[in-house]
């Protein structure tokens, strides 16, 4: 059985175009839609310093939409670096937990299994050097972490 959802969004600084936050109604999840040139802004948001995963959208050198999906423990730490290392993306993604349960390995599980449904859905260009590594979780943590990233 399938039961409707809340979705609520919050623009950050009051524009749609800008930093904006995403919850989902009995999901323990928090997204963030977080355009380049206010990355630095995020100073501001603590539980950014928290571990997640992200995913770096833009255009490669041929044009074609690109994204590099990675996992970091402390994200907003990650992105800065991005800033100066990378220079396709123009907008992240970023999914941390509300409630601080997801560790390392958990990021990890997330990062591959998004790797994978960005490979074969072939939509982007998929500019991570390296595949993702499946971390060895249980069974329960893959089925929470399925759970997570089907909602």
Request: hydrophobic share 35%; charged share 30%; aromatic share 10%.
């Given at each position: 059985?399938?039961?409707?959802?809340?979705?609520?969004?919050?623009?950050?600084?009051?524009?749609?175009?800008?930093?904006?936050?995403?919850?989902?109604?009995?999901?323990?999840?928090?997204?963030?839609?977080?355009?380049?040139?206010?990355?630095?802004?995020?100073?501001?948001?603590?539980?950014?310093?928290?571990?997640?995963?992200?995913?770096?959208?833009?255009?490669?050198?041929?044009?074609?939409?690109?994204?590099?999906?990675?996992?970091?423990?402390?994200?907003?730490?990650?992105?800065?670096?991005?800033?100066?290392?990378?220079?396709?993306?123009n907008?992240?993604?970023?999914?941390?937990?509300?409630?601080?349960?997801?560790?390392?390995?958990?990021?990890?599980?997330?990062?591959?299994?998004?790797?994978?449904?960005?490979?074969?859905?072939?939509?982007?260009?998929?500019?991570?050097?390296?595949?993702?590594l499946?971390?060895s979780?249980?069974?329960?943590?893959?089925?929470?972490?399925?759970?997570?990233?089907?909602?």
């Amino acid at each position: 059985m399938t039961f409707g959802k809340t979705i609520k969004m919050f623009l950050i600084d009051g524009d749609p175009n800008g930093r904006l936050t995403c919850e989902l109604s009995n999901w323990t999840g928090l997204a963030y839609r977080i355009p380049r040139t206010e990355v630095k802004k995020c100073g501001d948001r603590p539980n950014l310093n928290s571990t997640g995963v992200y995913m770096l959208f833009g255009r490669n050198d041929d044009d074609k939409e690109a994204v590099y999906i990675g996992e970091a423990e402390e994200v907003y730490t990650r992105l800065q670096s991005h800033l100066r290392e990378k220079d396709f993306w123009n907008e992240v993604i970023v999914f941390i937990s509300k409630d601080e349960n997801l560790n390392k390995a958990h990021i990890k599980y997330i990062e591959n299994k998004l790797y994978e449904k960005a490979k074969a859905a072939n939509r982007y260009d998929v500019l991570n050097g390296n595949i993702p590594l499946m971390p060895s979780i249980s069974e329960a943590n893959r089925e929470e972490m399925d759970e997570f990233i089907a909602i």
